[in-house]
């Protein structure tokens, strides 16, 4: 283990970021043109190109290769709207960032992703739109991966009739084939089927423009096209750089796939007038009904047949697949996201009043912490968006700005719902204000807000439903919607939570665990006071504080629900300069403590394997590592200690270091991280046993009775009692008068 520590300290970086995020960002008022911007990886991004040119007309279009992470961070703080071709790492690693959730993401998903674990490593929450190539993909993909299916568009490529000429054609005897040569494109039932049209006339040709993506693929081709006889009939032409050309003088295009997308070379030989001869590939027939084959015979007869009209080929793809046609889809569904959802409206009419309507639900306070934003909390609170008059207790955490103000909010104490305002005579930090909150909080529940952020009330009546929920199966309320609201007014939706409604608690506790992320599903939210209490961390969380109640909280009631309620909105305020600003390594390593957290309460209730919990930490400090340039160097010490390959002393060394201020025992930052230590080591333990056992030999014990219940209970709990394992007890009831079911074991 390193003595030291070397942080690269990016904040400065980040900041300076930030601050020309809001430049632009305020320079939208003027500027006619949302900026668009798309990433994709070197040499995959032929389809966009016609995209790409159609829009740059209505929006203001970057497009980037990327090469490096980087790229996508500051193609991120530039544009409006993040357009990622490929479901790949480049959305992987988009969608985890922070300003996923300030901009409007859309994925465009092929065939390729389909069956890769890219999907599983997206937040699909932080992506506003999902457009599939084709329906067979999404319905693939959706059995997968929990997607919203408000989320979801299909939308078929789309062919430029202006670059793709037609010609009118006749039958010929040169077919074309356009596409790499791998697995996934029927390699060998493409040589076959050549072989059995050759076999009718030798004068057919196939014409090969692409490449091999496996080189076992060349050299079956290499050697079958000898053993067929085919060295004067199969022409290999590689990559075109002019595809339109190539087709000119071709009369068939061939599609040997097992499985495609929307097949882009056929579609385009198609509208050049080139008769199609297309493989029953999963999905082709809701694609190209009439033109799909499913054996080489039934092929041989495409060819053979007399039928070949080449208007009715380039009249299939301008009904169906023009770019146009593709276009047009596009650009709806983008002006459609522009608008969000009319939740928008409805917190902009809110923010217009004077005052909203009174909110006052029984046997329940709002905690508000407060820090240096007196003025704003005065604001909010004289004009009744916390929640309207409903009862308040606000812990102030040693303010030094503005303080006054505080005498504003006391002198009408009564009328505005105050019943309490608790001061530090320090800085504690946020989790210490909440613990002071809570222990002074009479009413069964309590709803967390702070002092910056905004709780709008939109239907109290059916709140009060939600509300009621928390004495019955749930174990929070949260509110649907979070509203950023920005420093020049611009209102977006940060989060929409209703993919948690309804959940239980254990399958939210392993989905925050696995990605890390929360969402801000504290804030806001209704639960217990005293589930509240027992579930906040100590101070030492100056970062991840909700995530550690969250996930205790989740823990002790893993089958109730999460409830998500649509008559309450949550609004927080975001000022585009501070993002990131704050990054440190002390606040990387406290977020990684408290995932470590989630991954014991899920190993203890069986939710995760230690081998999973282990690989979700090690994903979330490569890509902190990815992004901060630290995380990776901590987990490791972090697994070490858990699987007691080095001291408790050398660990708290290592953490005090890092600037996690503790004296001896890693207790002192919680308890989890040495319970799961022990639960661990238990597992090893118990696993030695298994395998020693497994080596000994199997001990068959039979036990006949006849009307002797009793005796036989103790016969069977006297052998299960035993420490030899690997054994089995046979029963032979001689027809008793009892129902052996009857039998408790103990």
């Not at 080139?274 to 999905?283: A, D, Q, R, S, Y």
């Not at 009249?315 to 569904?333: C, G, R």
């Not at 309490?420 to 909440?434: Q, V």
Request: charged share 30%.
């Amino acid at each position: 283990m390193a003595n030291s520590i070397v942080f690269s300290d990016i904040s400065k970086e980040l900041n300076n970021g930030s601050k020309k995020f809001k430049q632009e960002n305020n320079h939208n008022s003027i500027r006619n043109k949302l900026k668009l911007v798309f990433f994709v990886k070197q040499g995959v991004d032929s389809f966009l190109c016609g995209i790409i040119d159609a829009l740059s007309k209505e929006y203001e279009v970057k497009k980037i290769i990327v090469t490096e992470y980087r790229q996508i961070d500051e193609g991120m703080l530039w544009a409006d709207i993040c357009w990622f071709e490929w479901c790949d790492e480049l959305i992987s690693y988009g969608s985890k960032l922070e300003l996923a959730k300030l901009k409007i993401i859309i994925c465009r998903l092929h065939s390729y992703e389909a069956f890769t674990d890219y999907i599983h490593n997206v937040s699909w929450n932080n992506v506003d739109k999902v457009i599939f190539v084709a329906e067979h993909i999404k319905d693939n993909v959706l059995k997968k991966v929990d997607i919203d299916k408000d989320k979801v568009k299909v939308i078929y490529n789309g062919i430029n009739l202006d670059k793709f000429k037609f010609k009118e054609r006749k039958k010929g005897f040169n077919i074309a084939y356009v596409g790499y040569i791998n697995f996934k494109k029927g390699p060998m039932l493409l040589l076959h089927t050549f072989k059995a049209i050759f076999d009718i006339d030798s004068r057919y040709k196939l014409y090969i423009a692409g490449e091999y993506q496996e080189e076992r693929y060349a050299l079956y081709f290499q050697q079958m096209i000898k053993e067929m006889g085919l060295q004067n009939n199969v022409i290999y032409d590689g990559w075109q750089d002019d595809i339109n050309k190539w087709l000119d003088d071709k009369n068939y295009i061939l599609c040997t796939s097992v499985l495609e997308g929307n097949p882009i070379g056929v579609m385009e030989a198609m509208a050049r007038g080139i008769k199609p001869l297309i493989h029953n590939f999963v999905g082709a027939k809701l694609q190209f009904d009439k033109y799909v084959w499913n054996s080489i015979d039934e092929c041989l007869e495409m060819v053979n047949s007399n039928e070949y009209n080449s208007k009715e080929y380039k009249d299939y793809i301008v009904n169906n697949y023009s770019l146009e046609k593709q276009i047009t889809s596009i650009k709806n569904v983008i002006k459609n996201l522009k608008k969000k959802d009319n939740i928008i409206d409805v917190v902009k009419e809110f923010l217009n009043k004077k005052r909203q309507s009174e909110v006052n639900l029984d046997d329940f306070t709002l905690l508000i912490t407060l820090f240096n934003r007196v003025t704003i909390l005065n604001d909010d609170i004289l004009s009744e968006f916390k929640f309207g008059i409903q009862d308040k207790v606000i812990v102030d955490d040693h303010s030094t700005e503005d303080i006054e103000e505080l005498t504003v909010i006391m002198k009408n104490r009564e009328s505005l719902g105050v019943k309490n305002i608790l001061t530090h005579e320090n800085n504690k930090g946020l989790a210490a204000s909440r613990d002071t909150g809570f222990k002074n909080i009479k009413t069964r529940n309590t709803i967390v807000l702070d002092d910056d952020d905004m709780l709008l009330c939109i239907d109290e009546n059916s709140m009060e439903k939600d509300y009621n929920r928390l004495k019955q199966d749930s174990v929070i309320v949260i509110p649907r919607y979070i509203i950023n609201l920005y420093d020049n007014g611009k209102l977006e939706i940060g989060y929409d939570r209703k993919s948690y409604n309804e959940l239980e608690a254990k399958d939210v506790l392993k989905d925050i665990t696995i990605t890390s992320e929360v969402r801000a599903l504290l804030a806001g939210s209704i639960s217990s006071t005293k589930k509240l209490l027992k579930c906040n961390p100590n101070s030492i969380f100056i970062v991840s504080e909700d995530f550690m109640t969250l996930i205790r909280m989740f823990a002790s009631n893993l089958d109730k629900k999460v409830v998500v309620s649509n008559n309450y909105v949550h609004v927080r305020r975001i000022s585009c300069n501070t993002l990131s600003r704050t990054i440190n390594q002390k606040k990387l390593v406290l977020g990684l403590i408290s995932q470590t957290v989630g991954c014991y309460y899920c190993i203890k209730n069986n939710i995760l394997s230690v081998e999973d919990v282990f690989n979700y930490m090690r994903k979330r400090g490569n890509l902190l590592q990815e992004i901060y340039k630290y995380g990776e160097q901590f987990v490791c010490e972090m697994i070490f200690y858990l699987n007691d390959e080095i001291e408790e002393e050398t660990f708290v060394k290592y953490l005090n270091i890092l600037d996690i201020k503790i004296e001896r025992s890693v207790y002192e930052i919680c308890v989890e991280i040495n319970l799961m230590k022990k639960l661990i080591g238990s597992k090893k333990n118990d696993l030695v046993v298994l395998t020693q056992h497994q080596n000994l030999p199997k001990v068959s014990i039979i036990i006949t009775t006849f009307n002797r219940k009793n005796f036989l209970q103790q016969a069977i709990n006297s052998v299960i009692k035993q420490d030899y394992a690997n054994m089995e007890i046979i029963i032979f009831d001689d027809c008793s008068n009892y129902d052996i079911d009857e039998v408790k074991i103990l």
